[in-house]
């Protein structure tokens, strides 16, 4: 797979939102020391297969034996990462290791036990400032992204989980299982 040449098939649009999450991700790795080289390589192709049409993704999905739940079937745009992260894993590239398939793979929800690159892409793809009215909560996850990633990510999870509860939206179960794996960790003492 030539991930390289799907790159330079993106819109500039995209692009330019992949080179803000780059910008983004290395800041929160340098923040907790850690391997900037695979953070910006899986930042870069996080959103490789981000305008690949719904009917595609699910039949990548079938093709590269990708598990598809029922919330998928009715989401299938949220497959993009999982998709994305197999075409990484089959391109031969020396930075496709576990810890970077795993972060293009979950860029968009969040999983229990995530890894630190992985937790770095997440909160890097949503801190992008051109997704700041999508969530007006950005700045309370960025203070935190310095510190400490979970604590990060249980903010995210939180203000989205509540935020799509508002707005009467369908809320992905890996998003509820995330908050409530994190919310054993800080209890109320998060905020």
């Not at 290791?97 to 793979?105: D, G, L, N, S, Y």
């Not at 892409?121 to 801190?127: E, N």
């Amino acid at each position: 797979m030539k991930i390289d040449e799907f790159y330079k098939e993106l819109p500039i649009s995209l692009i330019e939102h992949t080179n803000r999450v780059i910008r983004i991700a290395i800041k929160i790795g340098k923040a907790h020391a850690l391997d900037l080289e695979k953070i910006a390589f899986a930042a870069k192709y996080h959103d490789l297969a981000r305008i690949t049409p719904d009917e595609i993704l699910l039949s990548e999905c079938k093709k590269l034996d990708i598990p598809v739940s029922n919330f998928d079937k009715q989401l299938p745009m949220l497959l993009h990462g999982p998709v994305a992260a197999s075409w990484v894993r089959t391109s031969n590239n020396v930075m496709a290791v576990p810890e970077v398939i795993e972060a293009v793979q979950n860029h968009s929800i969040a999983t229990p036990n995530m890894g630190q690159i992985a937790k770095v892409v997440f909160l890097a793809d949503k801190l992008d400032p051109n997704k700041a009215q999508r969530y007006p909560f950005q700045s309370k996850v960025h203070a935190a992204s310095e510190h400490d990633l979970d604590k990060a990510l249980l903010i995210f999870t939180h203000h989205e989980i509540a935020m799509r509860l508002k707005l009467n939206q369908h809320i992905h179960p890996q998003s509820i299982a995330t908050r409530h794996y994190l919310l054993q960790q800080f209890g109320d003492s998060y905020s």
